[in-house]
């Protein structure tokens, strides 16, 4: 699992409603992915349909977690626009981010790949 795999499967569940591979990428203790995964299963219970939202990484550096077994990266990221056209026919735009974005990775619990994602801060401490 690489960190852009898992943005990548976010995006391809809010764009499918599918949440099969980025519900895998995730520990149970990412409370931010948790929320992610929610937003990926109401567009589906919906009906809706998202564009857009594809994180694109600039720069990343690695840093030291203060959690034993787990590394912390500090990320340049650029997040697209998102519509969502709802199934009532009204919409919803977000848009979108630039800026700093630290995501901790830890061994996975759920098989398949070796990391999952077990934390995002969109708004990281300066070091």
Known sequence: ?????????????????????????YTADCETCRTLDVNISLVRERGDRARGGEIKIWRSEMLSSAAP???AWLLEVELAPLHVGRADGSTFD????????QVEVAP???????????????????R
């Open 69 to 71: 077994g787990r590394i």
């Open 94 to 101: 977000d848009k979108g981010f630039q800026g700093r974005m």
């Open 1 to 25: 699992m690489t960190i852009e795999n898992f943005f990548k499967a976010y995006a391809h569940g809010l764009a499918t409603g599918d949440r099969t591979q980025y519900s895998e990428l």
């Open 108 to 126: 996975n619990p759920n098989g398949g790949s070796r990391f999952a994602v077990s934390g995002i801060d969109t708004d990281p401490v300066d």
